[in-house]
């Protein structure tokens, strides 16, 4: 294994990396913070050019002569990932990484998810991510007289915590689902760690191949606005009447065009709805409530 990495100059700058490497889904590439600075570092079995090229050519400041490379030990590795989970909350929801669950400190009649995720497939922390268990929380509370008889839908369930998250709090029918098969085993093994074993289950493939056929009180879609845009159609006729359709990993400026593709359909296939939208940094969630 190998790391390339790069000093960067301002926080502004490891800003807008990190939502250009979210937004493309580049998940070999993190921004580190520490008492040195904030480093660019990109994990790869052998660095290439064309590796770093990926980077230097939106970000023209940073040019090939800039990068160093190093390699790392295996035994290194084995837990360089967990410098990138930290525990943080959602209202009474707690995402935990499993190595701080004896010293974690979870509140009387609060709910902890417990992740060993790999830093590629999502430690829960983005503010997309933080989006969306909002969003869950917010269903929880509007429903939670009936939330046993809810199911949820976790499109691109990366390494779960949504999908954990909904089953944590009481809904019945939970099913998750994402193109990576290794995404889809970290969800399997997450789900495990958290001792949930009924009414969950993931599944690897794309939204044409899994959700067809499925109704869902509560959707949460936190992938590319190109791919939401795509499956509107199948997103939208795959609520169930009162549930919710809640539409992340969009970036703000791509807001708009998000609503130009779902508001025509919510308005041709439900008879009522409502909007509400929140934003976190430089993301917006968009969540369409179906009445």
Not at 40 to 61: C, H, R
Not at 62 to 78: H, P, R, S, T, Y
Not at 141 to 165: E, T
Not at 199 to 208: D, K, L, M, R, W
Request: charged share 25%.
């Amino acid at each position: 294994m190998e790391r390339a990495f790069v000093k960067l100059p301002s926080e502004d700058m490891a800003d807008k990396i990190s939502d250009f490497i979210h937004g493309k889904q580049l998940s070999e590439w993190v921004i580190e913070t520490e008492d040195s600075g904030i480093t660019l570092s990109g994990y790869f079995q052998k660095v290439t050019t064309e590796d770093i090229a990926v980077i230097t050519s939106e970000f023209p400041s940073l040019n090939l002569g800039m990068f160093q490379v190093e390699k790392i030990l295996k035994k290194d590795w084995a837990n360089e990932y967990k410098k990138f989970l930290t525990p943080f909350s959602i209202g009474k929801l707690h995402i935990v990484p499993l190595w701080e669950k004896e010293t974690y400190q979870v509140p009387e009649k609060e709910v902890a998810v417990y992740i060993d995720s790999e830093m590629a497939f999502g430690t829960g922390a983005h503010e997309t991510t933080k989006l969306c268990l909002a969003r869950i929380t917010d269903f929880k509370n509007l429903f939670r007289d009936v939330l046993f008889l809810k199911n949820f839908i976790d499109v691109g369930c990366g390494s779960g915590i949504l999908s954990l998250a909904a089953a944590k709090f009481g809904m019945a029918d939970v099913y998750g689902f994402d193109v990576d098969d290794h995404a889809v085993k970290i969800s399997r093994k997450n789900a495990k760690i958290n001792g949930i074993s009924g009414g969950i289950e993931f599944s690897v493939g794309n939204i044409q191949e899994c959700i067809l056929g499925h109704q869902s009180d509560l959707i949460c879609a936190n992938i590319l606005a190109p791919t939401l845009i795509e499956s509107a159609s199948i997103l939208v006729n795959t609520v169930k009447q009162y549930g919710m359709l809640s539409l992340s990993g969009i970036l703000i400026e791509e807001g708009m065009m998000v609503k130009d593709t779902f508001d025509p359909l919510v308005k041709r296939y439900w008879d009522s709805f409502m909007i509400s939208e929140r934003k976190n940094g430089a993301w917006i969630e968009i969540c369409y409530m179906r009445g």
